[in-house]
């Protein structure tokens, strides 16, 4: 995969960006290099887990307790987690006591383009409950995401929210001008590129 975004103009003022998306949408690298062009920190739930967890209930908790804690600081930062799930009421109310402006972006891809970049990763998360076959999983995280975007997401005016579709076919560099320039058109109240077909 070719990843030369380029580069991302140095106006952009503090705020929190949140990536959302189903298993192999793209979020770790789009927040990565998103991370790397900002200056912003970086943290998922895949690395709370990573670093805080052991499997376990308890570590799940850990994880989402430091995840949260990202969310409510005030510092600015590069986020990511699914979007959907029991934790997405937890998160508004962190993004929100962060004080910060907050866009939040969903990369919308084909299931099929999800299923089959899932299937290549290596990276072990810990987790305490076994994940189903990565074609289910890919749709049911999907399906809560489309349950949490206009009912939690999109309702919350303080958040500037995109939901940003991509074909599989989308090269990298493309996807990345086109949610690096959502992110800063949010910051002048317009978006070049809503609901993208």
Not at 9 to 17: D, H, Q, S
Not at 81 to 103: K, M, N, Q, T, Y
Request: net charge negative; proline share 9%.
């Amino acid at each position: 995969m070719n990843r030369n975004p380029g580069t991302l103009p140095g106006n952009l003022r503090a705020k929190k960006i949140l990536l959302i998306g189903t298993l192999g949408a793209g979020k770790t690298t789009i927040a990565l290099d998103l991370a790397k062009r900002t200056g912003y920190s970086y943290i998922s739930i895949d690395e709370c887990r990573i670093q805080h967890s052991d499997s376990t209930i308890p570590g799940e908790e850990s994880a989402w307790w430091h995840f949260l804690a990202a969310c409510a600081d005030p510092a600015p930062g590069i986020l990511e987690f699914s979007g959907g799930g029991p934790h997405v009421h937890e998160v508004r109310e962190a993004l929100l006591d962060s004080g910060l402006p907050v866009s939040i972006i969903w990369l919308d891809l084909p299931h099929e383009t999800c299923i089959e970049r899932a299937s290549l990763r290596q990276k072990y998360v810990p987790a305490p409950f076994p994940w189903g076959p990565i074609d289910i999983s890919v749709q049911a995280i999907y399906s809560s995401i489309e349950r949490a975007w206009d009912t939690v997401w999109c309702a919350e005016p303080r958040f500037h929210t995109v939901r940003m579709r991509f074909q599989g076919s989308t090269p990298y560099p493309e996807m990345f001008a086109k949610v690096a320039a959502a992110l800063f058109a949010g910051m002048a109240g317009e978006n070049p590129y809503p609901e993208e077909p």
